[in-house]
């Protein structure tokens, strides 16, 4: 065998070891990137509570102008916390004019029946959660304590009409994940 020979079957295994290479290659990135979309879909879509669902629906007359509705519910996660960023209800149709504020519920844990909250009229809600704080950027539920916590969602009406949510979109932070979630009950209220 002349040296060109030798040369040649070494080049020529060189050579067959290439498409491996570039196929372990093509692999390995497209593990990768499987793996970092999954990371940063999981990063941004956090799943804390159940889904929106389920329905709420009230029909009152101007001697009531406003509905206290629980958009989240307490459940035994001890040490749970989020930051909540926003809360948005998501809107199907507002004809009544109504506006929408989130409130963070204590509950006492000695009431009994009062844990959480479906649906309630302003009194009722002033008893079952005497202090109830405004959502603003950064406040923090607390979803697993001995006095359990619940986001609620109060819709006051200014003139007659229906409205009708879908849920509420709740931005988040839970331990690594911060995102936007669907939530709570899909609402119908009719006003005369």
Request: proline share 7%; aromatic share 10%.
């Amino acid at each position: 065998m002349s040296v060109t020979d030798l040369e040649l079957q070494g080049s020529a295994r060189i050579a067959s070891r290439r498409p491996l290479t570039a196929v372990i290659g093509v692999l390995a990135t497209s593990l990768l990137v499987a793996a970092a979309s999954w990371g940063w879909y999981w990063r941004t879509h956090p799943e804390l509570f159940p889904g929106d669902g389920n329905g709420i629906g009230a029909t009152f007359d101007s001697s009531r102008t406003a509905i206290y509705i629980g958009v989240t519910y307490p459940y035994p996660r001890e040490g749970e916390q989020v930051t909540i960023a926003s809360a948005t209800p998501r809107i199907l149709e507002n004809s009544a004019g109504a506006s929408f504020d989130f409130y963070v519920c204590t509950f006492d844990p000695a009431r009994k029946n009062a844990a959480s909250l479906g649906s309630a009229w302003p009194r009722q809600f002033a008893k079952i959660c005497p202090e109830p704080v405004p959502v603003v950027d950064g406040t923090v539920l607390d979803v697993g304590s001995d006095e359990p916590q619940q986001l609620v969602m109060r819709i006051s009406v200014e003139r007659p009409g229906v409205v009708r949510t879908q849920g509420v979109a709740l931005t988040y932070s839970h331990g690594w994940q911060r995102g936007t979630q669907a939530i709570g009950e899909h609402v119908k209220i009719t006003y005369r």
